[in-house]
């Protein structure tokens, strides 16, 4: 017959990790509330870009190839060096910088008025992507243990896509009513309200945290 203790011992043990468990979920909700936002906008923006490059400016079909190719060209380069950054700084300074990037380049393909004023719009917009995916993806691994990871990154993908099933309508019915610049202005407004909730509610994982400490 096992002894008492080790009855309790394992009792609290079972609790301690369901409290975890309960925190790292309640973690991740506001996270991905406070991401959501973003997700709206970057449908609201990306379901309009092309039409508002094509019509407003003027582009061909092959400059607005080259446009984007430019983004993700970027993004592809400066992947592994703003991951290390979110080892070096955090993932919540990185986030927040990045989210702040949304915001210039958004506001800056409100104002372009040629096709070439894009280029390098773009090209920050790839950097950007890359710094808010590599700090996001390595937050949700910091706040939830390895056997919850797959479960956690499917909440994520979930608000990525919530934000893509409202913004796509409302990118549609805002360029009809108010046009392109206007409603590329509304989604940098958008973001910011996404910042602040991030700046408020979201706080540096603690293994990210002691990582930093060690000079990682």
């Known amino acids: 017959k096992a002894p008492e203790g080790v009855y309790c011992s394992t009792y ?3 609790r301690m990790a369901s409290r975890r468990s309960n925190m790292d979920k309640r973690t991740l909700y506001i996270l991905c509330a406070s991401v959501l936002p ?3 906008c970057s449908g609201i923006v990306y379901s309009v870009l092309t039409l508002y490059i094509s019509e407003d400016l003027g582009a061909s079909r092959t400059q607005i190839g080259f446009i984007f190719m430019a983004g993700s060209l970027a993004g ?6 703003v991951g290390r950054l979110s080892d070096r ?3 919540r300074p990185l986030m927040l910088s990045s989210m702040i990037g949304f915001v210039i380049v958004f506001i800056l393909y409100a104002q372009a008025r040629q096709v070439l004023h894009l280029v390098p719009v773009q090209i920050l917009e790839g950097v950007t992507w890359a710094a808010f995916g590599s700090a996001i993806t390595a937050f949700i691994a910091d706040i939830v243990p390895s056997e919850s990871r797959g479960w956690a990154m499917g909440i994520y993908g979930q608000t990525y896509s919530l934000g ?3 913004g796509p309508a ?3 019915l805002m360029a009809d009513t108010i046009g392109f610049r206007i409603t590329f202005i509304i ?8 910042i602040a909730l991030v700046y408020k509610l979201v706080k540096e ?4 945290s002691e990582a930093m400490k060690k000079g990682l």
């Open 205 to 208: 994982p603690a293994k990210s």
């Open 170 to 172: 409302l990118g549609g």
């Open 12 to 14: 609290w043990s079972t």
């Open 187 to 194: 989604g940098s407004i958008l973001i910011a309200l996404g």
């Open 38 to 40: 973003l997700m709206v």
């Open 164 to 166: 893509w099933v409202i």
């Open 89 to 91: 700084f955090g993932r």
């Open 76 to 81: 592809g380069i400066v992947s592994p060096f």
